[in-house]
Every structure is written in C-alpha cells, then in structure tokens.
C-alpha cells in the first residue's frame, strides 16, 4: 500500500514537472531555443493568485482564470518586447536573456512590500480534503494536479491537432522559412507560443500553491523540469508529460528506498544517464545540421 | 585605427602586436604591482578577488568563448579546487604542490565532465554540465568526512615552503602571480595549434572536424583546461574567503561565474578582467545608491538580484559584445571619428537553421 502512495505522490509532482516541461518544449519547437524563465514564471502565477484570492477576494475559481488569460498576455508581452529583439541570434543569448529575466523576476517580487521573502498560503476550496480508496489515503490536492494535467493535454492536442493556430505552430515549429513563405505569421505564432508557455507555467503554479507554499524561490522548481524535458525528447510534447512523470516517480521512490540527500539528486542523475544512452531523450527527433 | 604592416608571419601570431601594447601593459603591470603603497587592506582584498574571479573566468572564456562549450556548473570545478586545497593546507602542504593537486584534480573531473559533452552540445550540454553542477554540489553537502557538510570547512593560512603569505599585500601578490602566469598561458594555448583547433570547433563542428580536428581530443582538453584554471581559482577562493560550505559552490555562483564571461564580451580575455571587474564591483555600487533610493526599495533583499537580471538583459539586448565590445566601438569611433558607421559591428540574423528529421 505504501508503494501505491509513493507512486501517486510520484505522480502528482511528476505531474508539475511535466507542465513546466511543456513550457521549455512548446518554445523549443518554436524557436530552438530554451526559456530558463519557466519556473519563474510559475511563481508569477502562484502571487498572480494569491493576490487575487486575499487582496481582492475572489474565490479560487474566478481567480484561476483570470491568472492564466493574465499571464499568457505576460508571456506575449515579454517575447515582443524582451526576445523579439535576439530572434535569429545564437541560442546561448536566449539563455541568457532569460536567465537573467528570471534573476528580475525573483528581485522584484521580494522588493514588494508584505509579500517579500515570506512564505504564504495559497487558499483553495479542496485544501487539505482527503479521499479514502481502500484503505489508501489520498490528498486531494494531489488528485487536483493530476486531473487538471490531464485535461490540459487534452487541449493541447485539440489545439494542435484541429485548430488553424495549432496547425500553424507546428508548420512553423517544422521550417520557419517555408512557414513564412506560406503565408504564417511566423512572429506572431513565436508570441502566442511564449504566451501558451506562460498560460501553462500559470496552471501549474496555482496547482502547485497548495502543495507547498508561494514563495520567491518557488521558481526553482524549473530546474527539475529540465531532467523531464531532457528524459522525454526535447522537441516532443507527449515526452515532456512522460519525461515528468518518469523524474517524479523516480524522486519519490528515492526518496522512499534511497538514503536521504539522493531524492534531490536523482532527477539529475537520470538526465546524465539519459544523456548517455540516448542524447535525444524517449520521444526526440533527430536533427541535421547544414553546415 | 592603428595598422601595422606585416613583414612576417612571426607578427600574425605576436603576443604584443606593437609597442603601444608593450607600453601600456607594462604600465598596468607596475600599477599592479604597487597597489600595496595605494590601496588599503580592504582595497587589496576586492583586487584580490578580482584577480581570483578573472583566473577563473580565463578557463570559462576558454570553454565558452573561445570553444563554444556553455558550462551551467562551473562553480563545481571551483569547488573541487578549494575543498583540495583546503585538506592539503590543513595538512602542511606547500601551495604550489597543493595547488598543482587541487588543477590537477579539477581536471580530471573536467574531462569526467567533458566525455558524455562529446555526445550532446548546445542546450543539452547545458542542461548536462547544470545537472552535474547540482550533484557535485550535493555531494560537498553530503560527504560530510572530507567536506565538513553544511557545516563547511575553515581553511588554513598560505604557506609556500615555511613562508606564511599572511597579510593582505602577500596574498595579493600570490594571486596577481598567478593571475598573470594564467593570461600568459592562455594567450600562449590561444595562438597555439590547440587554440586554433578551440576556435575552429567553436565557429563549426563540421567544418572543424573535416579539417582533420580531432573533437572528442579537443573538446576534452577544453574542459580540462577550463576546468584546471578553475581549480587554481578555487584555491586562491578558499585561501581568500578562510571558511569554505557547499552553497558557495552552488548553481547561484555558476551563473555569477557565467554573467561575468557575458557581460566582459565572449570571445575576448580583456572581457575577462572587465567581467571581473564588474562582478565585484557591482555589489558595492549597488549599496553605494542603496541608502539613495527610498527605503521601501533600497532594503528589499531582492534589490540585488533585481539589477543583476536588468544589467544581464540590458547587455544581451543592447551590447551582445559585453564591455569589451563597447570599449572597441568606442576605440573605433575615436580613431574613424568623421567615417564611423552604425552598422559597422552590427550581426547578421539567421532563420532557425537546423533542419528537424521525422
């Protein structure tokens, strides 16, 4: 029994770690390059609420929402004004950029005033609910993060797989020059990825609030999802989630079997591993480069 | 612009191409040397760190700037040298020994670290050398025997054979020793076949390897090199700071180490010293506007890292050269002053250019 509850716990962070990966894999395919900002922007989600629910008061479910319309315009507006601007340029210069707007981020959320280094409590109605499946005792918050992830790729697959937009994005995500040639606004389409990214990143900020805390540091989370991006193929989306999901289970059984100290290493070793084996992860495509 | 007229191929590859270099370096090298009698203790210690900074940053530049290799967990190569040089000092040893053991040490782990980065480059090196960064910090957390754990570790004093550098002036002039012996090593590998084969692999793999450029030889010996150079820093670091911990060597310093390359200009060595400068200047200029801003935003813990984001991005997005580019435009417009151009330093923009397979 206590295998099953590892497992679903594993599940539920992996979950977040999955969502955060979608980030990192939508704007790879988009752009090639990597947003080190994702988990950042997870934690902009995470106040974006919890501003809401206390200073304005609305419940959970009308703030959630609003958080995520709020930070996908976010996400747009950072591509036009911050990386529009090193479209073309090596990738390391993204990496940077977005580095140090990750730095900005942090900085600026401690600089406002009563929220600061303190941790806070995100309110939600199904807090600290818990669900008896025989004889197994499960957080709903953690059956919350699952669903939720679950129903997000489901949208993400009508999008990409019905809609215009979608069809558009992959086109362009494919070969940006031909997509531009036909008639994509292939610029545009980068914006509305960073701002899909964003809206994302959003969700799986309010999923994880109740979980932990929200705090400025929160953001550092992303750093684990870039074993899951790594693990599933940086250019798949389905590997994203699966890549997730692998990093959390693995942390969670570690942490269960393995001496303390290596659940928070785990994660790093299975993407070194996976880096040696198979480069391009469980779901990567190949890539030829002209030269 | 100054041009110098070629006669021989001995000029293409001379460490000072014409006497104004001779001149001025010499003139920043007495300086140097006679900071003791104008600087004070506290002064001596910033140049100090400065100098340890920029020794480390010259094996980044190599790795990064000069190879093309982005390494996300540096700070390990330093931690590696400063946690060797802490146990051979504890134990007597003569620094340049135990300096040699924590470069050679360093190195090892740097061509560990270099082998799987045969298989993976660009963003996947990254998140490669990031994740090994994170290890190697875990593990000075956890290998509490050797490392002191969290607890950290105090460090002995520099002795080099029964002479104790214990005063600030002597343990400047170890490190500005070790800083100039370093530049002159890394200019010297620059001009060398092995700098050429670094650049070449930077500009292209492919072009590289059909020049008969053996990668996997190469890119190893750029991590450990790299990797060395930051091992002889961590040294210095350990000397400098007295008390070494885990969270010194973590991804936070990683990125510092990373921001200094950057903003210094990728791709030169005076961007090294400019990167280092600025990295330890920043944080006093920051507390020195501090008390001028209201104190609602002057006191905010997130002040620092607030403006370390805003440079960084300022940089990226306005001057990608870092300071050294800026100083060569401002060299240029000097010297052209009626013929400058505004596109004379600008880049070219690429479409994506790899092409995915299904």
Same mark, same amino acid.
């Given at each position: 029994?206590?295998?099953?509850?590892?497992?679903?716990?594993?599940?539920?962070?992996?979950?977040? =770690?999955?969502?955060?990966?979608?980030?990192?894999?939508?704007?790879?395919?988009?752009? $090639?390059?990597?947003?080190?900002?994702?988990?950042?922007?997870?934690?902009?989600? /995470?106040?974006?609420?919890?501003?809401?629910?206390?200073?304005?008061?609305?419940?959970? !479910?009308?703030?959630?929402?609003?958080?995520?319309?709020?930070?996908?315009?976010?996400?747009?507006?950072?591509?036009?004004?911050?990386?529009?601007?090193?479209?073309?340029?090596?990738?390391?210069?993204?990496?940077?950029?977005?580095?140090?707007?990750?730095?900005?981020?942090?900085?600026?959320?401690?600089?406002?005033?009563?929220?600061?280094?303190?941790?806070?409590?995100? %309110?939600?109605?199904?807090?600290?609910?818990?669900?008896?499946?025989? /004889?197994?005792?499960?957080?709903?918050?953690?059956?919350?993060?699952?669903?939720?992830?679950?129903?997000?790729?489901?949208?993400?697959?009508?999008?990409?797989?019905?809609?215009?937009?979608?069809?558009?994005?992959?086109?362009?995500?494919?070969?940006?020059?031909?997509?531009?040639?036909?008639?994509?606004?292939?610029?545009?389409?980068?914006?509305?990825?960073? /701002?899909?990214?964003?809206?994302?990143?959003?969700?799986?900020?309010?999923?994880?609030? +109740?979980?932990?805390?929200?705090?400025?540091?929160?953001?550092?989370?992303?750093?684990?999802?870039?074993?899951?991006?790594?693990?599933?193929?940086?250019?798949?989306?389905?590997?994203?989630?699966?890549?997730?999901?692998?990093?959390?289970?693995?942390?969670?059984?570690?942490?269960?079997?393995?001496?303390?100290?290596?659940?928070?290493?785990?994660?790093?070793?299975?993407?070194?591993?996976?880096?040696?084996?198979? +480069?391009?992860?469980?779901?990567?495509?190949?890539?030829?480069?002209?030269? | 612009?100054?041009?110098?007229?070629?006669?021989?191929?001995?000029?293409?590859? %001379?460490?000072?191409?014409?006497?104004?270099?001779?001149?001025?370096?010499?003139?920043?090298?007495?300086?140097?040397?006679?900071? +003791? !009698? !104008?600087?004070?203790?506290?002064?001596?210690?910033?140049?100090?760190?400065?100098?340890?900074?920029?020794?480390?940053?010259?094996?980044?530049?190599?790795?990064?700037?000069?190879?093309?290799?982005?390494?996300?967990?540096?700070?390990?190569?330093?931690?590696?040298?400063?946690?060797? $040089?802490?146990?051979?000092?504890?134990?007597?040893?003569?620094?340049?020994?135990?300096?040699?053991?924590?470069?050679?040490?360093?190195?090892?782990?740097?061509?560990?670290?270099?082998?799987?980065?045969?298989?993976?480059?660009?963003?996947?090196?990254?998140?490669?050398?990031?994740?090994?960064?994170?290890?190697?910090?875990?593990?000075?957390?956890? !290998?509490? /025997?050797?490392?002191?754990?969290?607890?950290?570790?105090?460090?002995?004093?520099?002795?080099?054979?029964?002479?104790?550098?214990?005063?600030?002036?002597?343990?400047?002039?170890?490190?500005?020793?070790?800083?100039?012996?370093?530049?002159?090593?890394?200019?010297?590998?620059?001009?060398?076949?092995?700098?050429?084969?670094?650049?070449?692999?930077?500009?292209?793999?492919?072009?590289?390897?059909?020049?008969?450029?053996?990668?996997? =030889?190469?890119?190893?010996?750029?991590?450990?090199?790299? %990797? %060395?150079?930051?091992?002889?820093?961590?040294?210095?670091?350990?000397?400098?700071?007295?008390?070494?911990? +885990?969270?010194?060597?973590?991804?936070?310093?990683?990125?510092?180490?990373?921001?200094?390359?950057?903003?210094?200009?990728?791709?030169?060595?005076?961007?090294?010293?400019?990167?280092?400068? *600025?990295?330890?200047?920043?944080?006093?200029?920051?507390?020195?506007?501090?008390?001028?801003?209201?104190?609602?935003?002057?006191?905010?813990?997130?002040?620092?890292?607030?403006?370390?984001?805003?440079?960084?991005?300022?940089?990226?997005?306005?001057?990608?050269?870092?300071?050294?580019?800026?100083?060569?435009?401002?060299?240029?417009?000097?010297?052209?002053?009626?013929?400058?151009?505004?596109?004379?330093?600008?880049?070219?923009?690429? *479409?994506?250019?790899?092409?995915?397979?299904?």
């Amino acid at each position: 029994m206590e295998v099953l509850q590892t497992f679903v716990s594993g599940i539920a962070q992996g979950c977040i =770690y999955g969502l955060i990966a979608l980030g990192f894999v939508l704007i790879y395919k988009a752009t $090639e390059t990597v947003s080190f900002a994702q988990g950042e922007l997870m934690m902009l989600g /995470g106040f974006a609420g919890l501003a809401l629910t206390t200073v304005l008061g609305l419940p959970f !479910w009308a703030a959630l929402p609003i958080v995520v319309v709020a930070m996908a315009g976010f996400g747009i507006g950072l591509e036009r004004v911050a990386l529009r601007p090193v479209l073309g340029q090596p990738t390391f210069a993204v990496v940077m950029l977005t580095i140090g707007i990750s730095y900005m981020a942090r900085g600026a959320i401690t600089m406002v005033p009563s929220i600061g280094t303190d941790t806070h409590r995100l %309110a939600v109605p199904y807090k600290d609910e818990v669900l008896r499946l025989g /004889g197994m005792v499960l957080a709903v918050e953690q059956l919350a993060v699952i669903v939720a992830t679950a129903l997000l790729c489901g949208l993400l697959y009508l999008l990409f797989s019905r809609s215009r937009i979608g069809i558009a994005m992959q086109a362009s995500s494919q070969n940006q020059l031909a997509a531009y040639y036909m008639g994509i606004p292939v610029q545009r389409l980068n914006g509305l990825v960073w /701002g899909l990214a964003a809206a994302v990143a959003a969700v799986a900020g309010l999923l994880l609030a +109740p979980i932990t805390f929200v705090h400025a540091n929160m953001g550092f989370i992303g750093l684990k999802a870039f074993p899951a991006a790594v693990v599933g193929g940086f250019g798949s989306l389905p590997g994203a989630i699966v890549g997730g999901l692998l990093v959390g289970l693995v942390e969670a059984f570690a942490g269960f079997y393995l001496p303390e100290g290596l659940k928070d290493i785990a994660a790093y070793v299975v993407v070194l591993v996976m880096l040696v084996i198979k +480069p391009n992860g469980l779901f990567g495509e190949k890539t030829l480069k002209k030269v | 612009m100054r041009f110098t007229f070629k006669t021989s191929y001995d000029q293409d590859i %001379a460490l000072a191409k014409h006497g104004g270099h001779r001149f001025w370096y010499g003139a920043l090298l007495l300086a140097l040397l006679a900071a +003791p !009698w !104008w600087l004070g203790n506290y002064g001596l210690a910033q140049l100090s760190f400065m100098l340890i900074y920029s020794i480390v940053g010259l094996g980044l530049m190599l790795l990064a700037g000069y190879t093309g290799l982005f390494s996300i967990g540096h700070a390990a190569f330093l931690g590696a040298g400063a946690y060797v $040089e802490a146990k051979l000092a504890a134990a007597g040893v003569p620094f340049p020994v135990s300096v040699s053991c924590a470069a050679l040490l360093s190195a090892a782990v740097g061509v560990v670290v270099g082998l799987p980065a045969l298989r993976v480059k660009g963003i996947y090196l990254g998140i490669a050398t990031l994740a090994f960064g994170l290890i190697v910090e875990e593990v000075f957390a956890r !290998w509490e /025997g050797v490392t002191g754990g969290n607890a950290g570790l105090s460090v002995a004093g520099l002795q080099i054979f029964g002479w104790r550098a214990d005063s600030a002036a002597s343990f400047y002039f170890v490190c500005l020793a070790c800083t100039v012996l370093a530049t002159l090593g890394v200019l010297n590998l620059l001009r060398a076949p092995v700098g050429r084969a670094f650049v070449a692999i930077r500009d292209s793999e492919i072009s590289a390897q059909s020049m008969g450029i053996r990668l996997a =030889y190469y890119k190893t010996l750029a991590f450990a090199v790299s %990797a %060395a150079l930051a091992g002889i820093g961590g040294a210095l670091y350990a000397h400098q700071i007295r008390f070494i911990s +885990p969270d010194q060597f973590g991804i936070v310093q990683s990125i510092d180490l990373l921001l200094m390359v950057v903003i210094g200009g990728l791709g030169s060595i005076h961007g090294v010293f400019l990167g280092a400068i *600025f990295l330890i200047a920043m944080p006093q200029a920051i507390a020195a506007v501090k008390d001028l801003l209201p104190a609602a935003i002057g006191q905010a813990p997130g002040l620092q890292a607030f403006v370390y984001g805003a440079v960084l991005v300022a940089f990226v997005l306005f001057e990608p050269y870092g300071l050294y580019g800026r100083w060569v435009k401002v060299r240029t417009w000097l010297q052209m002053f009626p013929f400058y151009r505004r596109g004379m330093f600008a880049r070219q923009k690429s *479409f994506q250019k790899s092409e995915r397979v299904r």
